[in-house]
């Protein structure tokens, strides 16, 4: 049985930790915990392409959206949607005190698959599947 929990956030950085209570109320609501499951790298993951959206995704006047679906074997998958064609890189900080350049990188790295889905006019969707 699938659940999922899809919601629309302004483009401001005070959305990111709001997205990431979401996410994790609703994963902890249909039993994934910290000891089992994959809560804490789905938040984790929320919280890196949320930011992406707001700092990348062309949400100026409109909000970004997010969706969590808990699949049947305790699996997670996560949709961030913005209004930017760009699709994210992999790039590389260049030094120890860089802010950015980590965050594709970490989603690669905790993430089972992930990719984008083009939106045609309306932008894109990067999502993330995390094995429970």
Sequence with gaps: MLRRDAFRLPPHPASVPLARTRVRDHLS??????????????????????????????????????????????????????????????????AWEDESGRGMRLLDAVAEAWGVWRRGRYGKTVWALVRG
């Excluded at 809560?39 to 959206?53: G, I, M, P």
């Design 29 to 94: 609501a249909w039993g994934q915990t910290a000891d089992h499951g994959a809560l804490d790298d789905t938040v984790l993951l929320v919280s890196e392409l949320a930011t992406n959206a707001i700092l990348h995704g062309l949400v100026v006047e409109r909000e970004f959206e997010v969706a969590v679906t808990v699949l049947a074997d305790g699996s997670c998958f996560v949709e961030v949607s913005d209004e930017s064609p760009s699709e994210p890189e992999l790039r590389t900080a260049d």
